[in-house]
């Protein structure tokens, strides 16, 4: 058995390692054209911000695939041919598989911004564009940061780290008006507008970029105002990289479509990561979750299909927790307003300063959002996957939430179970 794995990053990297796990004798071949080590995408944030070195970003060098017997193709795929099992690469040369894995990701999504300087804007989202930023820190300098949401926070906050004052655009009314609810992204919005060095500009848009007079570009706002500033950096959301697929007969939309098993269209081929477009647990429909835990998740689940390992996927789960300004804020599921309407939202009374929004659906818990509230990340996802009931959550509990009990205590018996308290 030859199993083919088109991109190495969180996706892949986990998938090749559970390929062997499950079949210890098979040829596994790793396609990408980036250069090892690969890194973890989410610690770019930390490293502009100087908590860490670059180096540290390192999860899997030559040696991790050495030791998993891993043949690499340092190329780019630029077509796959289904009728022939065969992966197309830049060189010309071709690649069989009798299982393919799809996990080529996801590039940033354009800024939407016109000009002459408008390929000067940077975005956020590998270490190629971490080192692009970073040769444009300016200390003492002024960047503009374009996008509101967790890529945009995270800009924001590592620029100021490097001394730089920031005008952070936001196109919604307030920021992080995707990730979390309206109090939150208020809260939030307060904080940056109080913050030293920070602008915040709220329902406004970047539309040209040109050169400057006193830095070396100048954005001109659908307000009729203008910046100058030295850097502009963007964080707009991302693009699976599906061109390649697009004569491929596989089922494509915003990404790779696939089933329960992440498998596509044909029944040799799958899909993980940012590029894979699979049922959501909480909305149901097919939907892409660009974020790390999800993508080593899916291509763990979609290795052992491929091995012949049957193993449901349970469905993608929008899920994010940062610091931010001294606090924790957690977000999963369904908490945008947007996708809330008719479900029942309940607040919690935490300790003072914390703050705990669960919302309900038919009786199921479907989203969360906190600030310093006591449930962590991985408690809230768990009781949203296995599906707790509005009922079997008391209500002392949400008049002081100490800790994470109702949301892993079985329903019907929960105070036999669970500690509470």
């Known amino acids: 058995m030859r199993y083919v794995v088109v991109g190495l990053h969180a996706a892949g990297r986990s998938a090749c390692a559970y390929l062997r796990r499950a079949d210890p004798a098979a040829e596994i071949v790793g396609v990408d054209p980036a250069p090892l080590p690969v890194y ?14 670059p180096e540290a970003m390192t999860v899997a060098d030559d040696a991790f695939f050495q030791s998993l017997g891993v043949t690499l193709a340092r190329e780019r795929a630029v077509a796959l041919d289904v009728g022939r099992g065969l992966v197309g690469l830049a060189s010309g040369r071709e690649v069989a598989f009798d299982r393919l894995l799809l996990a080529c990701g996801a590039g940033p999504r354009p800024a939407g911004v016109s000009g002459p300087l408008c390929h000067e804007i940077c975005f956020f989202r590998g270490r190629t564009d971490l080192a692009r930023v970073m040769d444009r820190v300016r200390p003492g300098g ?21 001394g730089m004052a920031v005008h ?16 939150v992204g208020d809260w939030v919005g307060r904080r940056l507008a109080d913050a030293p060095g920070v602008t915040l500009h709220t329902s406004t848009s970047v539309r040209e970029v040109e050169a400057g007079t006193a830095r070396p570009l100048r954005l001109r706002l659908n307000t009729g105002e203008s910046l100058e500033v030295d850097l502009a950096a963007a964080g707009k959301g991302v693009i699976p990289r599906i061109q390649w697929l697009a004569d491929s007969g596989l089922d494509l939309d915003q990404g790779v479509l696939a089933d329960g098993y992440l498998r596509t269209a044909d029944e040799r081929i799958y899909a993980a990561g940012d590029v894979a477009q699979v049922p959501d647990m909480v909305h149901g429909d097919a939907r892409i979750n660009a974020v790390w835990p999800v993508a080593v998740e899916q291509g763990r689940v979609a290795a052992l299909n491929m091995a012949g390992v049957r193993a449901a996927y349970p469905g993608t789960l929008a899920q994010n927790a940062i610091p931010v300004f001294g606090s924790r804020m957690i ?4 908490v945008n307003p947007a996708f809330t309407a008719g479900a029942e939202s309940v607040v919690a009374d935490g300790p003072r300063g914390s703050y705990l929004k669960l919302v309900f659906r038919d009786d199921r818990i479907i989203g969360a959002v906190g600030l310093d509230a006591p449930p962590r990340l991985g408690e809230l996802a768990f009781a949203i996957r296995r599906g707790l009931r509005r009922r079997d959550i008391p209500d002392f509990w949400l008049d002081n939430p100490k800790n994470a009990a109702p949301l892993a205590a079985p329903g019907g018996a929960l105070t036999g179970n669970a500690r509470l308290g």
């Open 142 to 162: 002024v960047a503009a940061v374009l996008g509101g949401g967790l890529v945009g926070f995270k800009l924001t906050m590592g620029l100021l780290a490097r």
């Open 168 to 183: 952070l655009v936001v196109a919604s009314p307030r920021p992080l008006a995707l990730n979390v609810d309206e109090y």
């Open 40 to 53: 973890a995408r989410p610690l770019i944030s930390y490293a502009l911000a100087g908590e860490m070195p």
């Open 331 to 334: 977000s999963v599921g369904a």
